[in-house]
Structures are given as structure tokens and as C-alpha cells.
């Protein structure tokens, strides 16, 4: 079973920066796409991005185009996030997924807690 391994949220003003990790372990050879989602208190979970782990096709939510940006150090079997400019509604727990396609998804992680303040 693919395990998957998040690290790197936090707390941060509005318009700072933080950077995303996840550590991805295990049978990872039918793992061909990788992405984050994030959950916001009261709210559904919802796509941020994902990333081709067999190609180099990205993918983005509106709400984060143009600040966010996925990236992947295949040997490492890591992914990031690379997020700037971030605003309050950035506010969630964000969760790295991973599956034979972004659609489906089979290997969660544990989730990371990302707050921006005002």
C-alpha cells in the first residue's frame, strides 16, 4: 500500500509563502498522478492541483492560479506545493492524494494544517 507522508504547513501573515511536501513510500509504480485537496472548516474537500508523475501535466483550481505551483522530484518519490501570495481563504487542512489518475484517487495522506491570517 502506498503511503504518503505530508510536512511543511503552518501558520502564515496574508501574503507570505510556505511550501508543501509529500513523501510518497511503498508500491508507487501504478501511482501515475499525484495531487493536493484541501478541506476549509464547514466545507467540502476541493482540488488545488495535481501533477502527471508519468508525464509533466499540471492542473489547478482557479481560486490558485497564478500563486501555486506543483512540482514533483521524482526520485525523491516527493511532491510540493509551492504556495505564494496566500490569502485568509487559503485557510484548510490541505491533503496530498495520490491514484492512477487525479480522478481516481486511492492513497491519502494524514493532512497538513495551513491557517493564514488577516
Known amino acids: 500500500q502506498v503511503q504518503l507522508v505530508e510536512s511543511g504547513g503552518g501558520l502564515v501573515q496574508a ?10 513510500s ?8 499525484m495531487g493536493w485537496f484541501r478541506q476549509a472548516p464547514g466545507k467540502e474537500r476541493e ?18 492560479k497564478g500563486r501555486f505551483t506543483i512540482s514533483r522530484e521524482i526520485t525523491k518519490k516527493t511532491m510540493y ?15 496530498c492524494a495520490g491514484g492512477s489518475t487525479i480522478a481516481t484517487i486511492t492513497s491519502w495522506g494524514q493532512g497538513t494544517q495551513v491557517t493564514v491570517s488577516s
Open 15 to 24: 501574503g507570505g509563502s510556505l511550501r508543501l511536501s509529500c513523501a510518497a
Open 26 to 33: 511503498g508500491p508507487t509504480f501504478s501511482m501515475c498522478a
Open 47 to 64: 482540488f488545488v492541483a495535481a501533477i502527471s508523475w508519468c508525464g509533466e501535466s499540471t492542473s489547478y483550481v482557479d481560486s490558485v
Open 81 to 95: 506545493l509551492h504556495m505564494n501570495s496566500l490569502k485568509p481563504e487559503d485557510t484548510a487542512v490541505y491533503y
